[in-house]
């Protein structure tokens, strides 16, 4: 399973949700055994952080975050995800995504 999506504004210009966000899911993409080898490696492997951001003071973002990119990615109030090279299981991804025909990525964000 995999799930693959694209950065919309989820909100029209009158303020009304009415649009969907770019998501592609494939039940097969990988076999369950895949599934729980990445899942394990992200576990175990990634380099999440606790970020924090300005909100009434410092305050921690309610996640983990993990960015492998060739760049800095600066977002939100105060927070930059410094750049990082993607892992050889996260690379195999990325790779097996362009094969497939879903595109070419050079970044990841994973959140925990």
């Known amino acids: 399973m995999v799930s693959i999506g694209a950065t919309k504004p989820l909100l029209s210009e009158a303020g009304a949700s009415d649009i969907k966000p770019n998501v592609l899911y494939i039940p097969d993409f990988l076999t369950p055994e895949e599934a729980e080898d990445l899942l394990r ?10 970020n924090y951001i300005q909100l009434y003071g410092k305050k921690a ?18 927070v930059t995800l410094k750049a990082a090279l993607a892992p050889d299981y996260l690379q195999a991804m990325m790779c097996r995504l362009k094969e497939c025909g879903f595109g070419e990525y050079d970044a990841v964000l994973i959140n925990r």
Do not use: H, N, T
């Open 41 to 50: 490696r992200i576990r175990s492997e990634a380099d999440f952080r606790q």
């Open 61 to 78: 973002v309610p996640r983990l975050e993990a960015w492998y990119g060739p760049w800095d990615y600066a977002y939100s109030k105060g």
